[in-house]
């Protein structure tokens, strides 16, 4: 069930991107922002996969983020599985660099190892929310809600607003988010649909088989059963 809307949710991610990349100069932070959406979006499937319970999946997603931002951003931790202690403290200087140059420059800003992980720590508490309110919470239109946030730190940072092709990108996420909703609630209600049938059958089956037996058992039915043998005996001697 919740394969399609995974995959909406890290489309629709990956089209809120194109939304930031107007205020940004070109750079590999895509392909690492990218990686980051898919490990969040991983571990929240993977967790409702196997039943978790609900009130841990944030913290699960939110401890994908950070340790995707380690291993993907923090020097020293690029090849390895487990973060070590001195990644925490480079992730943490990038994050106040990138913090320092957006500050500083106007758009498009230059994109360095700062600004990159900003961009994948951005992208991956998008990909955070979607999930928690497409997949979990099966509400779309608030998803759409921090989509249109997203649209608008273009819209009000750029002086001629954002293009036009930003509204057309989130707008897109948006549908894809509906759309993946209801081919959900279209299967599940196929299979409610199925299955009243199957039961209604087999209440049918059951309740025929009950009255049968119990007829059976029914004092009159045997006295009648009884007085048509006498009959046929009688007829068969004559």
């Not at 991610?13 to 194109?18: C, I, R």
């Not at 291993?71 to 480079?90: E, K, N, Q, Y």
């Not at 996420?173 to 081919?183: K, P, T």
């Given at each position: 069930?919740?394969?399609?809307?995974?995959?909406a949710?890290?489309?629709?991610?990956?089209?809120?991107?194109?939304?930031?990349?107007?205020?940004?100069?070109d750079?590999?932070w895509?392909?690492?922002?990218?990686?980051?959406?898919?490990v969040?979006?991983?571990?929240?499937s993977?967790?409702?996969r196997?039943r978790?319970?609900?009130?841990?999946?944030?913290v699960?997603l939110?401890l994908?983020?950070?340790?995707?931002l380690?291993?993907?951003?923090?020097?020293?931790?690029?090849?390895?599985v487990?973060?070590?202690?001195?990644s925490?403290d480079?992730?943490?200087s990038?994050?106040?660099?990138?913090i320092?140059?957006?500050n500083?420059y106007a758009p498009?800003?230059?994109?360095?190892?700062?600004v990159?992980?900003l961009l994948s720590?951005?992208l991956?508490?998008?990909?955070?929310?979607?999930f928690?309110?497409?997949?979990m919470?099966r509400?779309?239109?608030?998803?759409?809600?921090?989509l249109?946030?997203v649209?608008?730190?273009?819209?009000?940072?750029?002086d001629?607003g954002?293009?036009w092709?930003?509204?057309?990108?989130?707008?897109?996420?948006?549908?894809?988010?509906?759309?993946?909703d209801?081919?959900?609630g279209l299967?599940?209600w196929?299979?409610?649909?199925?299955?009243?049938?199957?039961d209604?059958?087999?209440?049918?089956?059951?309740?025929?088989?009950r009255v049968?037996?119990?007829t059976?058992q029914?004092?009159?039915?045997r006295a009648?059963s009884r007085?048509?043998?006498?009959?046929?005996?009688?007829t068969?001697i004559?």
């Amino acid at each position: 069930i919740t394969s399609a809307p995974a995959v909406a949710v890290i489309a629709a991610t990956l089209l809120a991107a194109v939304c930031l990349s107007t205020l940004f100069s070109d750079g590999p932070w895509a392909a690492l922002a990218t990686l980051t959406v898919l490990v969040v979006v991983g571990t929240g499937s993977l967790a409702v996969r196997l039943r978790i319970a609900a009130f841990l999946v944030p913290v699960l997603l939110m401890l994908a983020l950070i340790w995707a931002l380690l291993i993907l951003h923090a020097g020293g931790a690029r090849w390895i599985v487990v973060p070590t202690g001195d990644s925490f403290d480079v992730l943490r200087s990038q994050i106040a660099d990138g913090i320092h140059a957006v500050n500083l420059y106007a758009p498009p800003v230059p994109v360095n190892a700062g600004v990159s992980v900003l961009l994948s720590l951005i992208l991956g508490l998008v990909a955070l929310l979607l999930f928690l309110l497409h997949v979990m919470l099966r509400r779309p239109v608030l998803a759409g809600v921090v989509l249109l946030a997203v649209y608008a730190i273009p819209a009000f940072v750029l002086d001629d607003g954002a293009p036009w092709w930003s509204f057309v990108a989130v707008t897109i996420a948006w549908l894809l988010l509906l759309v993946s909703d209801e081919r959900v609630g279209l299967r599940a209600w196929g299979r409610s649909i199925r299955r009243s049938d199957t039961d209604r059958r087999s209440g049918l089956g059951s309740t025929g088989w009950r009255v049968a037996t119990l007829t059976g058992q029914s004092p009159l039915v045997r006295a009648a059963s009884r007085g048509d043998q006498k009959r046929r005996r009688r007829t068969t001697i004559g």
